[in-house]
């Protein structure tokens, strides 16, 4: 039993940077694949970043180099870094967590870029 806890959205200009948190319960969370997905208004969810639970990262093409994805597993807790936001960044951004057993979400982030 996870429960993922967002934190971190809000409207931004382009150019601007946010981070997002996502803190999750649990006494294993160091053994959790997590990732951060977003969805905007009429298109499909999709997969932003991710970090295995020995480090290993992933990004979509579209936040390469923008993005950065890192855990603290001492505070149970992931974090989203975005930088150089461009308007198409806007969407819900959700926070996920993989087990052994099954997959978590979180209630979701509204990031806007928006000038």
């Known amino acids: 039993q996870v429960q993922l806890v967002e934190s971190g959205g809000g409207l931004v200009q382009p150019g601007g940077s946010l981070r997002l948190s996502c803190e999750a319960s649990?006494?294993?969370?160091?053994?959790?694949?997590m990732g951060w997905y977003r969805q905007a208004p009429g298109k499909q969810r999709e997969l932003v970043a991710a970090?295995?639970?020995?480090?290993?990262?992933n990004y979509a093409d579209s936040v390469k180099g923008r993005f950065t994805i890192s855990r603290d597993n001492v505070k149970n807790t992931v974090y989203l870094q975005m930088n150089s936001l461009k308007p198409d960044d806007t969407a819900v951004y959700y926070c996920n967590a993989r087990t052994t057993l099954a997959v978590y979400w979180g209630q979701g982030a509204q990031v806007t870029v928006s000038s």
């Open positions: 970090i295995t639970s020995s480090g290993s990262t």
């Open positions: 649990g006494s294993i969370f160091r053994t959790f694949a």
